[in-house]
T-cell receptor, first 115, second 112 residues
Framework: KAGVTQTPRYLIKTRGQQVTLSCSPI?????VSWYQQTPGQGLQFLFE???????NKGNFPGRFSGRQFSNSRSEMNVSTLELGDSALYLC??????????????FGPGTRLLVL | AQSVTQLDSQVPVFEEAPVELRCNYS??????LFWYVQYPNQGLQLLLK????STLVKGINGFEAEFNKSQTSFHLRKPSVHISDTAEYFC??????????WGAGTKLIIKP
């Protein structure tokens, strides 16, 4: 099976712009989680989508949003970019059967630089 | 609430020496524990996991970890490290919402 893919791999934006990142999960996986990784804060959970619905949410401002499509592909959007949004954004997919802790499989990430 | 503590932010070790990366957790529910590795400029890759059964878990690349319930630990070990093991290692525990709670990571630095 192909792994989790994320596009684009690298992105440069300026403050105030918005950005959309894409994630394609492993075939058959129905759950997609997004994480922000920075040197100072480590790995922080943004949100999880399952069957096109947000199932869990981390502690991020409303500028961070996401969605999931019927084919389980997911996008996350960051509006009004700030310098502090510069980070590696990781997507992870899991089977999504629910009711148990599942192994997450990660994509290579999108590195966002905000100038 | 569950939490994960990785006691060392960096661990320097000579090539071919053994290494132990420490992870302690707090959990009030059934324990599911994971170790992931992140090589430079890559995403995270599963090394090994403990869900139930034998407390000694073997993973990829010669790594193993031991679940110790009384000490609430899940330390990662390798008997002989190689330069290619240079990476950041993350410990994670499953919480009551079936989400993963992550440690801050430990950078393994291999000295030639």
């Amino acid at each position: 099976k192909a792994g989790v893919t994320q596009t684009p791999r690298y992105l440069i934006k300026t403050r105030g712009q918005q950005v959309t990142l894409s994630c394609s999960p492993i075939s058959g996986h129905r759950s997609v989680s997004w994480y922000q990784q920075t040197p100072g804060q480590g790995l922080q959970f943004l949100f999880e989508y399952f069957s096109e619905t947000q199932r869990n949410k981390g502690n991020f401002p409303g500028r961070f949003s996401g969605r999931q499509f019927s084919n389980s592909r997911s996008e996350m959007n960051v509006s009004t970019l700030e310098l502090g949004d510069s980070a590696l954004y990781l997507c992870a997919s899991s089977a999504g059967t629910g009711g148990q802790v599942e192994t997450q499989y990660f994509g290579p990430g999108t590195r966002l630089l905000v100038l | 609430a569950q939490s994960v503590t990785q006691l060392d932010s960096q661990v320097p070790v000579f090539e071919e020496a053994p290494v132990e990366l420490r992870c302690n957790y707090s959990s009030s529910v059934s324990v599911y524990l994971f170790w992931y590795v992140q090589y430079p400029n890559q995403g995270l890759q599963l090394l090994l996991k403990y869900l139930s059964g034998s407390t000694l878990v073997k993973g990829i690349n010669g790594f193993e970890a031991e679940f110790n319930k009384s000490q609430t630990s899940f330390h990662l070990r390798k008997p002989s490290v190689h330069i290619s093991d240079t990476a950041e290692y993350f410990c994670a525990v499953g919480d009551s919402n079936y989400q993963l709670i992550w440690g801050a990571g430990t950078k393994l630095i291999i000295k030639p």
